[in-house]
């Protein structure tokens, strides 16, 4: 099995590419839905971000305001660096954990849809393959500006604060072009599934997992033959 690491921009048609590749059998981890599983109530890092962020970052529901939170660590790059410390290692054995899941269940390829994998700089090292969902830029303008409401000036502050799509382009190994209609994605998509399906990138790991299962067959084997003597 091998890793996929899917990113993109805002509204540029993560999901939408994601639900193509669900549809198609395809195994996706959504490293945002993690994140928001890792911090509900009673988890550990829950409790940690209140104590160092205080009750002050809580909803009424004992949730955590996203919005707070976002703004305080937005502002202090010190404090940004701590709440990644409470919530990365817990996301990263979630999704280690999903990983070995899907390998168990015989999948040749797993994607991570990871919204920062570009910007992280870290993450595209453990991918071996990497896809950008890509729209261009006026059509990512026009699209937000249809999903949210929001004015045409604050949806260019938004994208101002994001890495521009087109500085992603180099760093990717594959492009999915979703500035045309959905039709066109969706060819694309089933271009790039086939090719990561019939690529035979996945047998490193199968053979070795194989090796190991075989060795501690025959590990146990022997100790078993040694008590009944
Ligand atoms: N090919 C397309 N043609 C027309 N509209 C599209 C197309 N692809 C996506 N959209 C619309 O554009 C908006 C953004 O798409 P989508 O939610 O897939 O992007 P996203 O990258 O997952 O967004 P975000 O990460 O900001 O949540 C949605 O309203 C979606 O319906």
């Avoid at 939170?69 to 502002?75: D, L, M, N, P, R």
């Avoid at 026009?142 to 760093?171: F, H, M, N, Y």
């Avoid at 500035?179 to 998509?189: A, H, K, L, N, Y």
Wanted: glycine fraction near 8%.
């Amino acid at each position: 099995m091998f890793l996929v690491g899917l990113s993109g921009g805002i509204a540029s048609g993560k999901s939408t590419v994601v639900s193509i590749l669900r549809g198609l059998g395809c195994a996706v981890i959504d490293a945002d839905v993690i994140a928001r599983q890792v911090v509900q109530v009673g988890t550990p890092a829950h409790s940690q971000i209140i104590f160092h962020f205080g009750e002050e970052v809580l909803l009424k529901n004992g949730e955590l305001d996203r919005e707070k939170i976002g703004a305080i660590v937005f502002s202090n790059p010190e404090k940004r660096a701590l709440l990644n410390s409470i919530t990365h290692p817990p996301i990263r054995r979630a999704m280690l954990r999903q990983t070995l899941c899907y390998f168990f269940l015989g999948y040749k390829y797993v994607i991570l849809d990871i919204p920062l994998l570009f910007e992280s700089g870290t993450m595209t090292r453990y991918m071996k393959h990497t896809v950008l969902v890509y729209c261009d830029p006026q059509t990512q303008v026009e699209r937000l500006i249809r999903r949210s409401g929001l004015s045409r000036e604050d949806v260019q502050k938004r994208l101002a604060a994001q890495l521009p799509i087109d500085s992603k382009l180099p760093l990717a190994d594959h492009v999915i072009d979703n500035s045309g209609d959905r039709e066109s994605t969706r060819r694309q998509v089933l271009q790039l599934h086939h090719r990561l399906q019939s690529s035979l990138g996945y047998l490193p790991t199968r053979i070795a997992a194989l090796t190991v299962g075989a060795g501690l067959v025959v590990l146990m084997w022997s100790l078993i033959r040694r008590l009944w003597q």
